[in-house]
């Protein structure tokens, strides 16, 4: 493959890795604002602000009404607050459909990286190239057996998804000389995360408990699904752009915005991370 070509091919795979981190978790957002299931949101705000001293929170005088309200105060609570939102976390056909298709994004990236590995190198590796994918396939076999009788199939398969990236980035050594494409396609996820935010905790669901003085959603996670994620990747972010980016122009106002994003997702991780990024930087 000519240079000129594989970096174009590089562009639309990391333009493919955007769409893909947002498709994955644009029901949920969606939900948690109420764009959809809006019925469902409708019935959580009910259950939320049946508890006392809540009915004047904003979101209870805008999204439900005083009489749905009394109806919900009147039910046994039980897990009520738990079920109200569980929505959020059960996916629909077409949800499905976009998460099928992260699957088929990440499976064609290792087969793409996989093939131009070859190509660079004349045709398939070696044996002792061949060697750390042999030491993977291994590991994730044994991981697979220990999780089978203690899990059960199906958890120890989507265990075993979680483990694509290694081969990947074994494989996937002939896109390295392309790597500030993908840095610059993982800064402008964190501008799109940052765009989401405000609408989340504004009028997102207030699955992570709340700012109660401002009547705001605590914790933000964005098209990541979690909290812990949106802040745990704005790190990983803004130190791939920092090492891969082709230019650093405008570093410090994505800086600025990736603390925006790692406050708003209260993560914990994320802020540790972050500080030491940051004395890493200094």
């Known amino acids: 493959m000519a240079p000129e070509q594989h970096s174009s091919w590089a562009k639309l795979l990391a333009l493919a890795l955007l769409l893909a981190a947002i498709g994955n ?61 569980r929505h959020v976390y059960r996916p629909g056909p077409v949800e499905r459909v976009l998460k099928l298709a992260k699957d088929a994004f990440w499976l064609l990236l290792l087969a793409t990286a996989a093939w131009t590995f070859a ?36 958890v120890a398969l989507a265990g075993a998804r979680g483990m694509l990236f290694l081969p990947l980035a074994l494989a996937g050594r002939g896109l390295v000389h392309h790597i500030g494409v993908f840095a610059l396609g993982a800064s402008a996820l964190l501008v799109v995360q940052a765009a ?21 959603a605590r914790r933000a996670a964005g098209t990541l699904v979690q909290p812990n994620s949106l802040g745990v990747f704005t790190v990983c972010a803004l130190a791939f752009h920092f090492c891969f980016a082709p230019r650093r122009a405008g570093f410090a106002w994505l800086l600025a915005l990736g603390g925006v ?12 991370c972050a500080a030491l990024g940051g004395a890493a930087l200094l």
């Open 25 to 85: 978790g644009a029901g949920a957002y969606l939900k948690r604002i109420g764009v959809l299931d809006r019925e469902a949101y409708k019935a959580f705000w009910a259950v939320r602000c049946a508890i006392p001293d809540r009915a004047e929170q904003r979101p209870c005088l805008v999204y439900t009404t005083p009489a749905e309200i009394a109806a919900r105060a009147a039910q046994p609570p039980m897990d009520a607050a738990d079920a109200a939102y």
């Open 119 to 154: 190509a660079a190198r004349g045709g398939p590796p070696g044996p002792r190239r061949a060697a750390p994918l042999l030491l993977f396939a291994l590991d994730a076999l044994a991981a697979l057996l220990v999780s089978l009788p203690v899990n059960g199939v199906l």
């Open 196 to 216: 989401l935010v405000p609408f989340e905790l504004w009028r997102g669901l207030h699955i992570f408990h709340e700012w109660s003085p401002w009547d705001l």
């Open 261 to 272: 994003l790692v406050v708003a997702s209260a993560s914990g991780t994320g802020m540790v």
